[in-house]
């Protein structure tokens, strides 16, 4: 069974800062997707970033970048010059490549901006 | 263009009750796939609906069960619901033979 594991419940940093979230994972899988989602307090799971497996650049989205390390089975995620509008849970997420499978969740951090 | 919506957004039942929640999915979604997410922690698959059918399920139990209608909306139906039920309730649609997921807001029904 896949499993997602975020080993950072809270994180903090100051506005404009730069700050990485630690992601890792196990599959026995070779293909297959990663993402993060972010919940700020008004719930609502917004996708930030996703990653495909066999793809060995890294993705990013203007300031959210991945650090995706296959061997490892690591996947962090990067936050440039933070903005409190960051503030929210960060929650990663596995799923195969067969197509609209399953999400599997790990358990977030919780990442605040101080202003 | 209007993304995943949920009705309602908050719900309030009391033990041994039923409750249906409903989603709609993003325009040129076809498949629905509900999570349950206590407090604190991450989503929890509970199924997925394609074509009408239940085509994945979670580790719930049968006091779970939905339904999907010819235009793809959905309902997560909860019997005899219990304590800890108490949750927010996650939709989320995707187009057809794709992996990414798009949530709703979701709905947060508390049991008492």
């Known amino acids: 069974a896949q499993t997602v594991t975020q080993s950072q419940p809270e994180m903090s940093v100051q506005e404009a800062e730069t700050v990485t979230l630690s992601c890792t994972y196990d599959t026995s899988e070779n293909n297959y997707y990663l993402f993060w989602y972010k919940q700020p307090p008004s719930r609502q799971m917004i996708l930030v970033i996703r990653?495909?497996?066999?793809?060995?650049q890294n993705a990013t989205e203007n300031r959210f970048s991945v650090n995706f390390q296959k061997a490892a089975k690591s996947f962090s995620l990067k936050i440039s010059d933070s903005q409190l509008g960051d503030t929210a849970m960060y929650f990663c997420a596995y799923t195969t490549n067969f197509g609209n499978e399953k999400l599997t969740f790990g358990t977030g951090t919780r990442l605040t901006i101080i202003p | 263009d209007a993304g995943v919506t949920q009705s309602p957004t908050h719900l309030i039942k009391t033990r041994g009750q039923q409750v249906t929640l409903r989603c709609s999915p993003k325009s040129g979604h076809d498949t629905v796939s509900w999570y349950q997410q206590a407090l604190g922690q991450g989503p929890q698959f509970i199924f997925q609906y394609y074509e009408e059918e239940e085509r994945q399920r979670g580790n719930f139990p049968d006091r779970f069960s939905g339904h999907q209608y010819p235009n793809y909306s959905s309902e997560l139906n909860v019997n005899a619901l219990l304590l800890g039920d108490s949750a927010l309730y996650l939709c989320?649609?995707?187009?057809?033979?794709?992996?990414?997921?798009?949530f709703g807001p979701g709905t947060r029904l508390l049991v008492l």
């Open positions: 990653q495909e497996a066999y793809k060995q």
């Open positions: 989320a649609s995707s187009p057809p033979a794709t992996e990414t997921q798009y």
